[in-house]
């Protein structure tokens, strides 16, 4: 393929997803690089590095939808912070304000997608960094005496960056803003030491089964309505009110035309499935008997 | 100088200059005469945490590469540490930590600037969502020398730090002249 055969398809990610053969596009672009390197054109090579990136943040941006889909709800948060450190690398070499390649889409749904996880601390190593090589020249870097490859910076078609090859962890903090997203704590069943996800992904999965494709428009909202007392049975009058603001029943909600809850409001571009609820109560347990349900989703469509 | 306190940032006086920092004990003789020469110094964070005596945050080596190849040749730049002492620390939470940096007073201006720039280069779509932590140690002719910390959003670096420093240029009492309608 040539550079304009590929950008084309690349052009046109939303409606050619399903079928663009992403093997003959990272052949074609290996073998693009490998000339202009070839012939030391940098401004080539860096346009061909800019294709090559472009193609793995889409790849990884359907990836992650596939993930979620099927259930693999972690795994697809990993591709979704893959797909935000490729877009931030990118977008220092190829702005895309008019949404070139669906790359603003993806940029936006991503972090949509990113905020519907119950993650909300992260266990976050302190790396304590004693040295380090250049992924571009391999030299040890020292504080005085610069190889002359600039991070970010992309030389012969490759991003220059800091491989460190001598550390130690000197610390582990849990943090609600992590830089390694990965990083999710997860409980550890005591008799089999088998790693326990036990989040609720419930709003995670409603929106991607709502969603006929990965490039469907959708918007979310996180609000608080009041729902029925009814819902919320065995819980006394004296006791901690449903509402989580730490006072009693009777004296914060009870009196109220129902109980005040977190609700998920999403709006759709493209009406969902056949079948797909408008409203839903969601969470580990629907109805558990004293515990209040977490959160609740609602579908408005868009007219 | 006067103090002051603000919601993102700090004002103090400080009598920390740049003889201070290049007579440390872990500054040979021989590097010191080069140090002499900077007006830009960045220093590093003393006695972390214990067997973390010197460090720098994670990015310093990438600072200091950009502001010794600046077209402007009126930063002079250079790193208060030598090379087998040299050591970052990669805190891994979502924030910019800027070494701390002694900086002449006339030359802050421009070196904020810098830094504001190097953060902008690095973190493309990201910056309007990137917070920082910056310290810096204005010295001024006169010998004083006032301490800003600055933790909040990049843009506050061109906006809070830079007003600061003019107030500091008129030699104005911070207590009750604080840019976001604060006094403290």
């Known amino acids: ?303 | 100088m006067a103090d002051s306190t603000n919601e993102d940032i700090q004002v103090t006086d400080s009598t920390e200059d740049f003889e201070f920092w290049i007579n440390k004990s872990y500054i040979p003789e021989t590097l010191k005469p080069q140090l002499l020469l900077a007006n830009v110094l960045l220093v590093p964070r003393e006695d972390y945490r214990e067997g973390v005596p010197l460090v720098f945050p994670v990015g310093t080596g990438e600072l200091f590469a950009y502001l010794r190849e600046l077209g402007d040749k009126s930063i002079k730049p250079e790193i208060c540490i030598q090379e087998e002492d040299y050591r970052e620390l990669a805190l891994h939470f979502d924030f910019v930590v800027i070494p701390i940096a002694i900086v002449r007073y006339l030359l802050a201006p421009l070196f904020v600037r810098a830094v504001y720039d190097f953060i902008k280069h690095q973190k493309g779509n990201k910056l309007q969502k990137t917070k920082v932590i910056f310290e810096m140690t204005v010295v001024k002719d006169g010998g004083t020398a006032a301490h800003i910390r600055y933790e909040g959003p990049v843009e506050g670096l061109q906006t809070l730090v830079q007003s600061k420093l003019n107030l500091l240029g008129q030699g104005t009492s911070e207590a009750t002249s604080a840019p976001n309608g604060d006094s403290k």
């Not at chain 1, 690349?10 to 079928?19: I, M, P």
């Not at chain 1, 790693?195 to 992904?201: G, I, K, M």
Request: net charge neutral.
């Open chain 1, 1 to 303: 393929m040539t550079v304009d055969e590929i950008r084309t398809t690349l052009l046109g990610v939303a409606s050619n997803h399903d079928s663009r053969d992403n093997g003959l596009i990272s052949s074609s672009l290996k073998t693009l690089k490998e000339d202009a390197v070839g012939r030391n054109d940098q401004p080539a090579a860096k346009d061909i590095w800019c294709l090559e990136t472009t193609l793995a943040v889409q790849n990884k941006y359907l990836a992650a939808f596939a993930e979620l889909r099927a259930g693999k709800f972690y795994e697809g948060w990993c591709s979704l912070e893959r797909v935000e450190i490729n877009l931030q690398h990118l977008s220092v070499h190829l702005p895309y304000l008019a949404n070139e390649y669906q790359l603003g889409f993806i940029d936006s749904h991503s972090r949509k997608f990113q905020s519907l996880f119950p993650y909300k601390i992260f266990m976050s190593p302190e790396i304590l960094e004693i040295e380090k090589v250049c992924t571009i020249c391999r030299q040890v870097v020292f504080i005085r005496r610069s190889c002359g490859h600039r991070v970010g910076e992309i030389y012969n078609g490759e991003m220059a960056a800091r491989e460190v090859t001598k550390w130690t962890i000197v610390g582990t903090a849990m943090v609600e803003h992590p830089v390694q997203k990965y990083s999710v704590p997860f409980l550890q069943d005591p008799q089999t030491h088998q790693q326990v996800d036990h989040y609720d992904y419930s709003t995670v999965r409603y929106a991607v089964h709502a969603l006929a494709s990965p490039f469907d428009g959708w918007d979310v909202q996180w609000t608080k309505i009041r729902h029925p007392h009814s819902r919320f049975p065995g819980v006394g009058r004296n006791d901690p009110c449903p509402c989580e603001s730490g006072m009693k029943y009777k004296k914060c909600c009870l009196p109220e035309s129902g109980v005040l809850r977190p609700h998920c409001q999403f709006s759709f571009d493209v009406p969902p499935p056949l079948g797909t609820p408008t409203f839903e109560y969601a969470g580990r347990n629907p109805l558990p008997p004293h515990a209040p349900s977490k959160f609740i989703t609602n579908l408005v469509r868009s007219s």
